[in-house]
T-cell receptor, first 113, second 110 residues
């Protein structure tokens, strides 16, 4: 069966520090991968999605970047965090060819202080 | 940007009562999904509706897709505390991107 792992669960970082959140998927190959941010009362905002290794699409301009160094690994990064980067970050995967049915990780609560 | 408006934003009911929440848009979607999210966790897919007018049942949960494929509703019969959560609707418009609503926060009081 397929599983998605996302870590860490909670992170407190000072303003200006770097960020690296990692997400891995097991039990499938060539999935579509996504990074979402969920702010209180604002729903899920799509940040990045990837249809293959090295292929990253950004949905909104921001202080973050994403990379996909391996087929089932998706990384969200920042060189210098801003206060506004605080939020609940969710990684998700979707099997290719079955429409957009997302399977989410358990999320990372990021607090930038 | 296609907006999905979910109403009510917050709903608190007693155990055993029925409830209905709504997801509305001015855009047409090729499919619409409902997810449930618990605090500190990722959303979990409940159902996907594809055909206008389609009705799907998942135990005590009934999902309906509008005839024009612009809106959907979720009805819970005899709500239980385990139904507590944030219900998110998401629409697919055919370009492989989902648009999410802000959610319906449901609290079922024992």
């Amino acid at each position: 069966s397929q599983t998605i792992h996302q870590w860490p669960a909670t992170l407190v970082q000072p303003v200006g520090s770097p960020l690296s959140l990692e997400c891995t998927v097991e039990g499938t190959s060539n999935p579509n991968l996504y990074w979402y941010r969920q702010a209180a009362g604002r729903g899920l905002q799509l940040l990045f999605y990837s249809v293959g290794i090295g292929q990253i699409s950004s949905e909104v301009p921001q202080n973050l970047s994403a990379s996909r160094p391996q087929d089932r690994q998706f990384i969200l990064s920042s060189k210098k965090l801003l206060l506004s980067d605080s939020g609940f970050y969710l990684c998700a995967w979707c099997p290719i060819g079955v429409g957009e049915k997302l399977f989410f990780g358990s999320g990372t609560q990021l607090s930038v202080l | 940007t296609q907006l999905l408006e979910q109403s009510p934003q917050f709903l608190s009911i007693q155990e055993g009562e029925n409830l209905t929440v709504y997801c509305n848009s001015s855009s047409v979607f090729s499919s619409l999904q409902w997810y449930r999210q618990e605090p500190g966790e990722g959303p979990v897919l409940l159902v996907t509706v594809v055909t206008g007018g389609e009705v799907k049942k998942l135990k005590r949960l009934t999902f309906q897709f509008g005839d024009a494929r612009k809106d959907s509703s979720l009805h819970i019969t005899a709500a239980q505390p385990g139904d507590t959560g944030l219900y998110l609707c998401a629409g697919e418009n055919g370009n492989n991107r989902l648009a999410f609503g802000k959610g319906n926060q449901v609290v079922v009081i024992p």
